[in-house]
């Protein structure tokens, strides 16, 4: 006689209710989930951001500014300067960065040796403002927007589910401000290499720090800002009050991500920046999977208590 | 009452007017050519004159308090119905938007809430979509529950809402283009577009940013993309709002052509213009409660079962005695002229001739066909629901209740 030996499916000892619970969390879960129609409600976003030329003409213009015109002129100031004193004053100012740092210094001269910190570890700001702040001024008005619209009545009686809608909006205002910051960050370097590159023997940038930063710290930090901004944008009642609001959140915001991308740059272990990126990363899921519930039906009508 | 000599008077008709009298003799059903523009469509009492009071009725009306809804037999979808709102209710704040709210909606029918602006109309469409989740009260679509399986109800609906909800930074084309990738149209979606957009006049605008469009195009472009994944059930809430009269007829005469192609259609509007000529089955609300619900002609029929006569002269005053013909069970006279509800029509040319025959210079015979607005202002004179406006036709309010 043969004996069919069922597989053990319930080590833990949870009862049927539980699994079953559970179950039916997942099965909801992935019924409430089509990838596809995420990327529809970004592209969408997306598609209307660039039909708008009030929207990207000062996005660029902020990305032109920070990555390339203020970099611009401060190296060439620095390089070509003829009054060495200004140079050497600069120069003393970098014995505030901490040794390791300092260690990393290249260059021979004065002006080399200032332009490649300047370049590599006092532009940080740069990789986090840019970023930050476009991303925050779509996603402020995103819910927000659509409720103003009218076109939330749309969202709120389509297919489309809140988990849908939410990751899709958070999504469309990801891009704007991180590939703003990737392409202002390639700019960022051509600069860098044209200016300071013959000071100090040859093109240098982006360093390992900075490709850790740019891959690895700014996306958790947007991901986790825009959180919790839709958080924001799905309550508020207008889109002043949304960029009024997200305001509060996004300058601490920039804060901590300032001081943590110029530890990573300035830390000493080589570690510390994929340490500080994946507890970023992490905080930013949380955040992410929890934001969710801010999306209800009810708040894209405008009808919620 | 005096004999006008006219064959055995048949017997009165029940209250439900459930067919006891002959076919022939029955109103006509409101059913019909779409009103001309509103201002004209559907005849009124001209104002200053004095409402006719009431023939004799036996129907009660269900007061907003009241927990059971006067829901009438319906003449159209013999199916199940589509939707069933059974004691639903919605509060925002302190206000209740919805309150006990019952009805069906018939398969493959159009069916109209009627009601002024904050009876729960728009709310009544949230609900049914699973867009908004009732506080309490049992909402099927399909026979599903939309709250939990919105999933399986949305893509099954088409919503044009009051504020056509589209985006005015994209093209006709994206927006549509957009619908049809959340509704999973697939692969056919151009086609499907372009078929749509064809369809409801605006293939011509369809590469224009929709900031662009005038209202109307707006709400063509909305119909277009209600339909653009062939839904079951298609939700209009006051699609008309804003439009000219011109643009209005045309945007009915397109919902009306929907049933044609299977759908079956609930629009709300607060125009009695609209429903009179759209209507297979009304629903009135007023704060949030169904006050009455079924089909144009049972409607009229419980409230008016006999048919009504306007006769006038040019002595008024001596077409009273007619009030004591055979079969005739209810008289009123006013400046317009004198109404009599009779039996049966067949009686009339015998009472005319008898009028005339005492000397009556009759200059009217008129059958009177009870219209919605004279339904509905007497619902709500007799439900006691108060004297809220509702456009009437010509936009005038009619407070004052209609023929009874």
New interface residues.
Partial sequence: MTTIEFEDRNPAGATGPQRSARHSRRTRAA??FDR??MW??AR?DL??LV??KDYWIPMVALGSLFFFVIPTILLLTITRIGDINVVQQASQALKILPAQAQAQIQGSSPQGRTAFALAVYLFAPVAVVVPLTISTAVGAATLVGERE??????L??????VREIYLGKLFASFVPGYMTTLVGFGMYSLVVNLVVGPDVGGWFFPTSQWWVLMLWIIPPFLLLTLSLVLRLSARVRSTAAAQQASGLITLPMIGIAYSQSTGTLLGGSPNTGWILGAIAWVVAAISLHTGVRSVT??R??G?A? | MESLGSPAAPPRPTTEGSGSSPTALVPPPYRGPLPNPPTSAVPSVPTGVTPVPAFGSDVAVVPPTATAPVTAPTDVGASAPVVQLSGVGHR??ANDALRDLSFEVPDGAITVLLGPNGAGKTTAI?AI?????PMWGTVRTFGLDPDDD??LV??R?G?V?A????????SGR?NLA??A????VGADAADRIERCATRFGIEDALDQ?VGGYSTGMKTRLALARSVLHDPQLL?YDEPTSGLDPESSYAVLDMIRDMTSYGHTVVMCTHLLAEAEGLADHIVMIESGTDLISGSPTELTRRYWPNPIVTLDAEDPRLLDRAAAFPGVSGYRRDPAGARLEVDDLRRVPDMVASLIADGVRVTRVEPHVPTLEDLYFTIRRESGVGERSIAAPGGAARPDGGLR
């Fill in positions: 019924r409430d596809h129609r529809v409600v969408t598609r209307q039909q708008s619209r009218g076109t939330g009545e749309f709120a009686h389509s297919p489309a589910s039906r009810a894209l009508l009808v208590q | 925002f704040g949230r979509t699973g867009a908004l989740a919105g999933h949305r893509p609906c919503v809402s504020k056509p909800a589209l985006y005015d930074r994209l994206d957009y619908a990738e959340l509704y999973g940013l939700l």
